[in-house]
């Protein structure tokens, strides 16, 4: 009875298993994780992850707005706007969650792989 | 053999790869972010309906502003009386309706007590009481009278505020976006608080909306809903802190004071942009006392959660408590 595979058979589809792991997992890498997206007036600016702990972000065009991700989630420690909604929103970290400061049209959303929410609202 | 197995293993790369392509290609759909009406407005919508919607914001935007110098309802308060554009007209009119309909604790014509209080949000000193009485004589849909044309004058010294209303009437004027052009199978247009969810999803699946917890906590629960409007009110982080103390942004205009609402956070489902967010401001007002009632309407459904960690669900609701 011939052999379902031969050695040399089972290598090349050993290689071809491989490449296409490696394609599955480049493409998806980007995916993976949490990450809050800062964006200014509608444009993303900035992409942090949530699991790497940073302090005293700020980005261009609100620089007098801090921000510091700690324990997966992302937060305003300081703000000169005077009402402070930004602030007031304290941490997110849940998919679809945001931060939104108005006058200086930044917002931040939580983006991932967690929720199958279509919106948040509240 | 081997040709056959190495086309096997072609074939299989080639679907989990496109497989793994796939959650980002969703039809011509396209998401954008428009900083209109006090809020940002998170539009996913087929891309031309999203420059239609724009530009539709951008218009009632300017007509409902009471804050801005360019702000049309701004303008009526200042002059008293003026010629007024359509978009306006057909607002007030809609507003005056709803509250003669269901009830005057939540009227656009409230305007002078609820500037005092967002004088007092800016200057961080609390209104005088003998200015919060004065200004309760002066508020009422009575006070607003259409005259020939589109002229619109306000009696004494009445003041419109859009707030209650502007979101959820921005969003039935979207919904009819999306129904003259049919380019969006379904859409999700956000304005934080309301929320127009159109259509069908392409898997035929109920959409699902997460409700914020007020205290900022997380998600207080989610809700499997078919196309309909969403709008929630509560203190959320829209509080103000006058000498220590916070003050809800939710003035309850029969005592001229913010509210006092044993509830915390109320969301109405219902067919109406605009009713969905004048019963979630009314019903948040009027607290646990009158909840059952509203529970029990066949127009719209309510989840509503009180400060002890009660919910108040209507029947028929598919809610989820986190």
């Known amino acids: 009875m011939k052999k379902f595979l031969n050695l040399k058979e089972a290598a090349v589809i050993a290689i071809i298993l491989i490449i296409c792991f490696l394609a599955l997992f480049i493409v998806n890498s980007g995916k993976n994780g949490k990450y809050a997206v800062i964006s200014s007036d509608g444009n993303e600016i900035l992409r942090l992850e949530l699991d790497k702990d940073r302090q005293n972000i700020t980005v261009a065009n609100a620089e007098n707005i801090v921000f510091e991700v700690k324990d997966g989630a992302i937060f305003v420690t ?11 929103t304290g941490a997110v970290s849940k998919n679809g969650q945001s931060i939104v400061c108005l006058p200086k049209k930044i917002t931040v959303k939580i983006i991932g792989e967690d929720s199958e929410a279509d919106v948040t609202i509240g | 053999m081997f040709f056959k197995n190495i086309s096997f293993c072609s074939a299989i790369a080639a679907i989990l790869f496109f497989c793994s392509c796939t959650s980002d290609h969703a039809a011509e759909h396209s998401t954008a972010e428009l900083f209109v009406m006090d809020t940002v407005c998170s539009v996913n919508a087929d891309k031309d309906d999203i420059k239609t919607i724009s530009s539709v914001l951008s218009r009632i935007d300017t007509a409902l502003d009471c804050f801005s110098k360019s702000g049309e309802i701004h303008a009526l308060n200042e002059k008293r009386s003026m010629n007024c554009s359509e978009d306006l007209c057909d607002f007030i009119k809609k507003t005056t309706s709803l509250s003669a309909e ?20 800016k200057s961080e000193i609390l209104p005088e009481k003998n200015d919060i009485l004065h200004s309760l004589g002066n508020i009422g849909d009575n006070f607003i009278s259409f005259e020939s044309g589109n002229v619109i004058s306000l009696k004494n010294e009445c003041m419109l505020d859009s707030g209650a209303f502007a979101k959820g009437y921005a969003l039935d004027l979207c919904r009819d976006v999306l129904d003259s052009s049919r380019n969006s199978d379904h859409a999700v247009i956000s304005m934080t608080s309301s929320v127009l969810l159109y259509g069908k999803k392409p898997d035929n699946s109920k959409f699902n909306v997460e409700i914020r917890n ?3 906590n997380g998600i207080i629960g989610t809700v499997k809903t078919d196309a309909c409007f969403l709008s929630t009110s509560g203190g959320y982080e829209r509080f103000f802190t006058v000498d220590g103390e916070n003050y809800p942004h939710i003035i309850d205009l029969s005592t001229g004071y913010p509210t006092q609402s044993d509830l915390t956070s109320v969301t109405v489902f219902c067919d109406s942009g605009i009713l969905s967010d004048y019963l979630s401001t009314k019903i948040l007002i009027e607290g646990t006392e009158n909840i059952e009632n509203h529970l029990e309407s066949d127009l719209y459904k309510v989840a509503a959660f009180d400060e002890n960690g009660n919910s108040y669900i209507s029947k028929g609701l598919d809610f989820h408590k986190k």
Do not use: F, R
């Open chain 1, 78 to 88: 300081e703000t000169d706007c005077h009402d402070k909604i930004c602030l007031k």
């Open chain 2, 214 to 216: 007020p205290d900022g």
């Open chain 2, 102 to 121: 269901y009830g005057n604790e939540v009227i656009v014509s409230g305007g002078a007590v609820t500037m005092l209080w967002k004088e007092a949000q």
